[in-house]
């Protein structure tokens, strides 16, 4: 099967398309044959190792040293159950997959395996029916994001929200669920080229985090949600806090680690049934391309989700 190797932490060259055997599925595990994949904010810190000294050692403690000790990267997929192993009662062969691989990796090949235990940890559920591959990919990352951290946020139907950095993979998906799923009213924050795009996903208002001294009107936000992440900033975002009410919280999605719940990918596909949901797709690579995929996505400026199909 094709699959793309992490020689070493570097540039996007560092990945090789390479041939590899077709994974075998143990007693407690499914084949899963995967139709999408993609290149995500996290893959690129995955490959390139480019990180703060406090985010760069945990990461490489936990995912290998001098270069990835699982060599086959890759976080999200989206597939079908190809094949499963004796002792798996939750799946049978045929069921359309999404998930994430978290530290196991893996995604970025033709096939891979998982543990039937994997759904119950959160990181594999069955797809939305109403969504393609592609899509699932985008919202199985963006969407257990937005999830968590707007949980965390604990909104109130006809809270206020800002969604800063509102047109990347988990702000196009964090607008929709803050809108739709808990009734918030919602401000998107994007740059001028994307305002359009936010508002069309339900934001009731939207600000161009590229006018200085933009910052809304002070004591407003019950919430502001940062989707873009730490790494990420300008001066609408320093002043940001300023817009916040008196017991309003300021959450960034850097803030601690992505934690799977079983149920959060059982949730978003019910939502995502339920038909309130636009999945955006900024390009998709053929696998052969994911060179050209990563240095897409390193400019910072993708819209919606970079997916990868075999
Ligand atoms: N907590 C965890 O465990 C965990 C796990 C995974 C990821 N994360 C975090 O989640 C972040 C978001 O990932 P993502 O894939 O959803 O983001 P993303 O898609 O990479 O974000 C891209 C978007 O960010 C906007 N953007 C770029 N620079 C900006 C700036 N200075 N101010 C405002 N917006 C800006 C761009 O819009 P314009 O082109 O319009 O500027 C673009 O639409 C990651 O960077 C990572 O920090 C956290």
Redesign the pocket.
Known sequence: MKAIECTAYGPPEVLKLIEVDKPIPKNNEVLIKIHATAV???D??LRSSELPLRYKIPMRLAIGIKKPRKSIIGLVLAGEIEDLGKDVKRFKKGDQIYGITGFNLGAYAEYTCMKETDSMAGCLALKPSNISYEEATVAA??GL??L??LEKGNIQPGQKVLI??????????AIQLAKYYFGAEVTG??????LDLVKSLGADKVID??IENNVPNEDQYDLILD????????E??KNCKKALSPKGKYI????????LYSSRLEKLKEFIEAGHFKTII?RTYPIEEIVEAHKY?EK??????VVITF
């Open positions: 995500t904010a996290s690129i810190y990352y963006g994001l937005a968590q951290y800063y950095g509102a047109s990347g993979t988990s702000g196009t998906i924050v994007s740059s001028t080229r994307n985090y590229t989707a873009v992440g730490k790494m990420k900033t300008s609408f975002k960034s999605i850097d803030d601690g680690d992505l934690k900024d996505v910072g400026h993708k819209t919606g989700g």
